[in-house]
């Protein structure tokens, strides 16, 4: 399998919520980024043809977006229909998320409330 597993990384999302891993490199939550860098740094996993993907990446930070969007909260539910609207944006503009209902799609997010979001877009 490794030597044929193929990640899309979707190209949407505005910085430093999405694709901006370099703010998140120190403290507990750096894994959002190093995962970030790692994959985006990626020419064997990688690939730029979604029609060839096995995997759909999102490359979403969950701390950023709270310290960017709600920096003086912590409630979760405040969040969430940020990353429902972007999940909604990519369920129009591609059919990948559709044919499975996001099943093959992956984030990586350190913060405990990303595990209680509804991603499908019902």
């Not at 995962?35 to 064997?44: G, T, V």
Request: aromatic share 16%; hydrophobic share 35%.
């Amino acid at each position: 399998m490794e030597k044929t597993l193929k990640v899309y990384i979707y190209k949407e999302g505005e910085k430093p919520i999405f694709h901006q891993p370099e703010a998140v490199m120190k403290g507990i939550y750096a894994s959002e980024g190093w995962f970030m860098m790692q994959m985006k740094s990626s020419k064997r996993f990688i690939t730029k043809k979604p029609k060839q993907a096995h995997l759909f990446y999102i490359p979403y930070s969950s701390k950023l977006l709270k310290a960017t969007l709600f920096p003086n909260s912590y409630n979760r539910e405040s969040v969430v229909p940020y990353l429902k609207s972007y999940i909604d944006m990519i369920s129009r503009r591609y059919n990948f998320w559709n044919r499975t209902g996001g099943a093959d799609h992956f984030l990586v997010a350190c913060h405990d409330w990303v595990s209680h979001v509804s991603l499908s877009n019902d």
